[in-house]
Nanobody
Framework: QVQLVESGGGEVQAGESLRLSCRAS????????VGWYRQTPGNERELVAS??????RNYADSMKGRVTISRDNADTVSLQMNSLKSEDTAVYYC??????????WGQGTQVTVSA
């Protein structure tokens, strides 16, 4: 089963940017969907953005215009986040879904945005 490792989280001021990376243990299939989710205490994980192949992208309404998801190479998907707000503070998780039913989550990376 593929393993995912996130990196790039940290603490920034409101209005600043962060780039999160999700590295898979092997090449990501072109037909797999890779998504970034986030979760705050007491709430369910919510989708931030997803990508399938190199061009099929989906963004949460709350993040449109502020985030870009991209496939950097065969095993890495990145999430560029700009104009961060305090309400973007959360643990961000990478997820991969294969059409044949094999899914995996990363361990998460903390993003903290100070007002």
């Amino acid at each position: 089963q593929v393993q995912l490792v996130e990196s790039g989280g940290g603490e920034v001021q409101a209005g600043e940017s962060l780039r999160l990376s999700c590295r898979a243990s092997g090449p990501i299939s072109a037909i797999a969907t890779v998504g970034w989710y986030r979760q705050t205490p007491g709430n369910e994980r919510e989708l931030v953005a997803s990508i399938r192949s190199t061009a099929v992208r989906n963004y949460a309404d709350s993040m449109k215009g502020r985030v870009t998801i991209s496939r950097d190479n065969a095993d890495t998907v990145s999430l560029q986040m700009n104009s961060l707000k305090s309400e973007d503070t959360a643990v961000y998780y990478c997820h991969i879904h294969h059409p044949w039913g094999s899914d995996a989550w990363g361990q998460g990376t903390q993003v903290t945005v100070s007002a």
